[in-house]
């Protein structure tokens, strides 16, 4: 029997439908599994389209959670009273205005400007843990969903804090924006702490990147972690086959740096006696480069 136009448009919904909810349910058309089988999440739906969410407490990840919640709360009290001068007073603004209206931000994408980002990572302090929230594109054409979701994210807090955030994430944000025909409010007090870091490692430490800060001053080594240039291929197999097992050390590469910032704004915060002085990771890597020198 022939079917008719409409007939075939309606088969066609139909089968458009039970794709999307086998997606989400954790199963594709294939057999194959979705991201939530490694990566338990769900889904969010947006303006224009959706993406996919996962979220999970800092505390789960690395032991020291309540020591450096400990030196938020110690830096948001002090931060009336304090004295800093200069850039450290930048220090006392996120103190005012609170880390649980603070967020840490950090983009993985395909490579530099004018190629798909396709996972954010944020992180902020509520009660005693962070929380830690990954929104993901599964395929190329989620992207302008991401940016719009990570626009809206940002929309709830006052400020965000990066690492090179002020020359890469947020302007690779805002530009994919403008690729997409949309906007990307970024409208907050903004803490790049790589900025800060070099003003107090520069020539001291073998160089400002982030990595080696985890390892000079958090005193941290990364175990079983993904090189950065590898990650934009990564995502491309996975798009192409469908493996939510590749995605697996990539989120795990973008917690392990949001962890390290956080680290990192405490020792700063340390350092310039916001908080009570900790000598432990400084003299770690002092005791180290010294070591090396001789």
Not at 65 to 92: I, N, P
Not at 98 to 112: K, P, Q
Not at 178 to 190: A, K, L, Q
Request: with cysteine.
């Amino acid at each position: 029997m022939k079917l008719s136009r409409k007939t075939k448009e309606a088969l066609s919904n139909l089968m458009a439908a039970s794709r999307a909810l086998q997606k989400e349910e954790g199963v594709l058309a294939d057999g194959k599994v979705s991201v939530e089988e490694y990566l338990p999440g769900g889904v969010q739906h947006g303006r224009s389209g959706q993406i996919y969410v996962h979220e999970k407490l800092r505390s789960e990840v690395e032991k020291n959670t309540a020591r450096v919640v400990s030196l938020y709360r110690q830096a948001e009290l002090s931060a009336f009273s304090s004295k800093l001068e200069g850039k450290a007073r930048e220090l006392e603004e996120l103190g005012r205005i609170g880390f649980s209206r603070a967020v840490f931000l950090d983009i993985e994408s395909t490579g530099l400007f004018n190629c798909p980002t396709f996972l954010v990572g944020i992180m902020f302090l509520s009660g005693d843990d962070f929380v830690i929230r990954q929104l993901f594109a599964r395929d190329y054409s989620e992207e302008k969903c991401l940016v719009e979701a990570v626009s809206d994210l940002l929309g709830g807090f006052e400020a965000v804090i990066t690492f090179n955030g002020k020359s890469y994430d947020l302007p690779f944000m805002a530009d994919r924006a403008v690729y997409h025909g949309t906007r990307f409010s970024n409208h907050m007090f903004h803490f790049d702490l790589l900025h800060h870091s070099r003003r107090h490692w520069r020539g001291t430490l073998p160089n400002c990147r982030l990595q080696t800060l985890e390892l000079y001053v958090c005193r941290r080594r990364r175990v079983g972690d993904i090189p950065g240039s590898e990650i934009p291929n990564v995502y491309h197999t996975y798009v192409r086959t469908g493996d939510p097992y590749l995605l697996v050390p990539v989120f795990h590469h973008n917690v392990l740096d949001l962890i390290t910032m956080s680290e990192l704004l405490a020792e700063l915060m340390s350092m310039e006696g916001l908080v009570r002085r900790s000598r432990r990771a400084s003299a770690g890597w002092r005791a180290e480069m010294a070591g090396m020198a001789g």
